[in-house]
């Protein structure tokens, strides 16, 4: 057995596969470097939470908050090592797995065991995924990693075979709402909204608790049904407009031009598809101009765009190109699913 027992894990009931395995993967002996791979908002950051809660929390699973919760929750425990991409960084790098691999060899200051939990793993650069192989093949007494990632295409075969995958899978927005006002204290309506907004994505949902990205949502939606059904100007000050804007959700974290762009193009898109799916699914209105094409149509496509943000560099012609393929399209009634090429871009 483990040198320290898991209480019952209760916060994953809306990943009953993901719970099963990970439950019997945490009685066996030996077992303490893990993979979770399950896309955006499934949740994997608040289950790491709550895992490590119910390793470290000594009330049970009623409490409602003891020192040792809150310390956790605001990951400032002393056992707990939270490694993220530093701000503005587009990888992990091995000055920071080794700094996580010297915490981990101390022993634990006052929970029965250390965790490490890497979130967005799938960041880790090949130097520090090859600097944290030891560990991962023999982590130190008393100790638990967690690796979180989106996908596993970056990791080396050496990193995906020394640890056991649990997959998630994308959340019913019910669980969001539940997550959201166990875990997270939200009044129920407000919670009900948000996980309906966010479509299962319990990262969007949080986010949708920010004024400033609420903000940025109703902007976003505004300006891209008026350019969808506006003269060609409309668009054109669009697309130049999101090249420059800098909305209030970003914060103060330094980024590149070029990052802020792609981050500010992927939210974009994220809200705007949001609005798509509530109007395929009769929860929001088509404007009358709007309704030419099916909203599943239109959610292909915007999804298409969205897809091509982390493999073009130049956020302003996806855009470019997502607005003249809809405009295109509700004038004809019809996609024509064209290449970057033969939409030719005016800007
Ligand atoms: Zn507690």
Known sequence: MPEFTIPRL???DSQPDAQKLLLGLLERPGVQTFLWVGPQGSGKKSYALALVRSLFCKEGPACTGCAACRQVLSKSHPDLFWLERSEGKNEITVEATRELDRKLSNAPFSAPCKVAVIAEADYMNADAQNAFLKTLEEPPAKSLVILLAEKTGDFLTTVLSRCRMVRFVALPAAAVESILVKDYGWKKPESQKAAQEAGGNLTLALKLGDPAWAQFRDKVCTDFDKALQGPDEEWLALVNEYDQLEPDFLGDEERTATQRKSEVLQAALQVYLGLWSRRLSAEA????????????????????????IPMYLNTKMILDHLLLELREGFQKGELLDRSFMELSTQI
């Open 285 to 308: 209105q088509v404007p009358a101009k709007l309704t030419s094409l099916a909203p599943d149509k239109v959610l292909k496509c915007l999804q298409k765009h969205q897809d091509m």
């Open 10 to 12: 209760e916060k994953l």
